[in-house]
């Protein structure tokens, strides 16, 4: 699919109104706050991965393939890596199946960097495949995540960022104020959305407060039930795995009333 | 006292997704997009939507280019513009469209041409309901947000 991928997807997008992104934020970077760098060649996916990190107070830089991320990250050539200083990438998410290089290539190239090797990779993938899973582990993948990725997957990553990010924040990147960056204090990963599907219809936002809350809709019904017990599916030939503390946690759909 | 056709218009919307829900139409991962909407990005599922279906349709386009042409034989590049739809589908939530394209995407790995060309003609299908479907429920919600905005005098 041709596209002109850049740096940061809501570019191309005029559509998106999310608040206040226009382009890439290319201004030194609060060094409080957890930066990602997402890899994704599906426009869609880089768009919900983004909206589900910034939702989870991570700024958040999206590219659309794994040269973009080693140009991004000056892995692409013999730059000094001097200009690197003000980079701080505290985590590195992708998609496994991408054309050109896959996420798995990307990885190796990471672990490979002395820049770098310390960050975090994530892996995604929409098939749960054990070998897979197994050949990113093996290569230094801090986790996998089963696509579709959910709020709840992100949440959890965040959390154990924070912790990594603060134990070794001074070691992490080489800045030029070391001071700042050994002192500063990362807030407790508190997710700022607050799920509560009796406060707000879903697909509304009411700017106006209601006189009397909705009743619970169906749907509201839906998305409080608990989403412990994965089903089966009987379209996939893949092991389940059931237990949820595992990193590789499959993320079944559930189907409300159906079947 | 807001005009009572909020009321009225939100179960009509709550309808409209159970039906969805229970068709397997939508499933969880749509309550997941919902769950990513808020004052910071209002829009949030509307946007998402459309561009998914920007991309669905330049990718349906290509493979009725690919599969319309006698001498086709590239099964492998059904396959891949399959994984995009399957992916892009997964992620809103889109399982009846998911679940086609991946029967759709079998067909294409035995070379099976009438079995792709009917494949294709069920993804259509189904994309095209699941997009008349969004559109009402965004026509609903566009009136339910303009009736809220209705302020009887009392």
């Given at each position: 699919m041709a596209r002109d991928g850049g740096v940061s997807c809501l570019r191309r997008s005029e559509m998106m109104s999310v608040g206040g992104i226009g382009g890439i934020?290319?201004?030194?970077?609060?060094?409080?706050?957890?930066?990602?760098?997402?890899v994704d060649d599906s426009l869609v996916d880089r768009i919900v991965i983004e909206r589900l990190l910034r939702i989870t107070s991570c700024k958040v830089t999206a590219v659309d393939s794994g040269w973009r991320a080693l140009e991004f990250l000056g892995l692409d050539n013999e730059k000094a890596s001097a200009e690197f200083d003000r980079l701080k990438v505290d985590l590195i998410i992708t998609d496994y199946c991408m054309p050109g290089m896959t996420g798995y290539e990307l990885l190796k190239k990471i672990k490979e960097s002395s820049n770098f090797r310390e960050v975090p990779v994530v892996i995604m993938s929409s098939e749960n495949v054990l070998t897979r899973i197994d050949r990113c582990l093996e290569e230094g993948a801090q986790d996998f995540l089963l696509k579709p990725v959910k709020l709840a997957d992100?949440?959890?990553?965040?959390?154990?960022?924070t912790k990594d990010v603060k134990l070794s924040n001074g070691n992490k990147r080489k800045l030029p104020?070391?001071?700042s960056s050994v002192n500063s204090s990362l807030p407790p990963p508190s997710p700022p959305l607050t799920i509560s599907p009796e406060s707000s219809p879903p697909l509304t936002v009411s700017t106006e407060s209601s006189d009397s809350s909705p009743?619970?809709?169906?749907?509201e019904i839906f998305s409080t039930s608990p989403l412990s017990s994965p089903i089966d599916d009987e379209d996939d030939d893949v092991l389940t795995s059931s237990s949820e503390e595992s990193p590789i946690r499959r993320q079944k759909m559930r189907s409300p009333g159906l079947d | 006292m807001l005009g009572l056709g909020v009321d009225r218009l939100q179960a009509d919307i709550n309808r409209l997704?159970?039906?969805?829900?229970?068709?397997?139409?939508?499933?969880?991962q749509f309550l997941q997009l919902q769950q990513l909407q808020d004052?910071?990005?209002p829009n949030f599922v509307y946007d998402v939507i459309n561009i998914y279906f920007d991309e669905s349709e330049k990718l349906l386009r290509n493979l009725r280019l690919l599969l319309m042409d006698r001498e086709f034989s590239?099964?492998?590049k059904i396959g891949l513009h399959l994984n995009q739809l399957v992916g892009s589908s997964s992620s809103i939530g889109a399982r009846r469209v998911r679940n086609v394209c991946v029967a759709f995407r079998s067909a294409s790995e035995l070379s099976n041409r009438p079995g792709c060309l009917r494949g294709l003609e069920v993804v259509e299908h189904e994309y095209h309901y699941l997009k008349n479907m969004m559109h009402e429920l965004f026509q609903l919600e566009q009136q339910r947000i303009l009736a809220a905005g209705v302020r009887y005098p009392m």
């Open positions: 934020e290319s201004a030194p970077l609060d060094l409080d706050e957890v930066h990602v760098l997402a992100v949440k959890r990553l965040r959390s154990h960022l104020e070391d001071s009743p619970l809709s169906p749907v | 997704l159970a039906s969805l829900f229970h068709q397997g139409v939508l499933d969880e004052e910071t990005s590239d099964y492998k």
